[in-house]
């Protein structure tokens, strides 16, 4: 169970991301794709990388109340370059509201090559809360 993360994510278990850290509005996680989270290419899916830089910039927002979850609302990903061997995804809150979190975050290669952003708007929920979003 990963509870580094401050919740059970089956998913991130899954794939193996590693916590590092996250507090004081940053995150850091470490990745190491297995033979099946390559793509045709042979270097890492991009699903699974936009999947790392969502928990990088998730647990940067929940960094200042770790009490809280929060969902994903909108996301933009761009990558850079492939993204090969061990990687390193680094998530900042920008700023919150009571209810939002905005944040950035960027995945790295072990040489420090940058190979993905993304910025990302997340809600604020009560962990007991339902991930679902109302189209209420």
């Keep these: 169970m990963q509870e580094s993360f401050g919740a059970y994510i089956p998913f991130v278990e899954h794939l193996g991301f590693e916590m590092v850290f996250f507090d004081e509005g940053q995150s850091e996680l470490r990745y190491t794709p297995e ?3 390559m793509n045709s290419f042979n270097v890492t899916h991009g699903g699974a990388v936009m999947t790392l830089l969502d928990v990088a910039l998730a647990t940067a927002a929940r960094s200042v109340d770790k009490t ?3 969902v994903t ?3 933009k990903t761009s990558f850079m370059q492939a993204a090969r061997g061990a990687l390193t995804a ?4 920008i ?4 209810n939002m979190a ?3 975050g960027t995945v790295l290669d072990a ?3 940058v190979c993905a952003h993304a910025t990302g ?3 604020y929920v009560t962990q007991a809360a339902s991930p679902e979003i109302s189209t209420d």
């Design 35 to 37: 033979p099946e989270h």
């Design 95 to 98: 700023h919150r509201t009571r």
């Design 111 to 113: 040489q420090g090559n």
């Design 121 to 123: 708007t997340f809600k």
């Design 102 to 104: 905005f944040t950035e």
């Design 90 to 93: 680094k998530g900042r809150l």
């Design 73 to 75: 609302i909108e996301m």
């Design 68 to 70: 809280l979850g929060v």
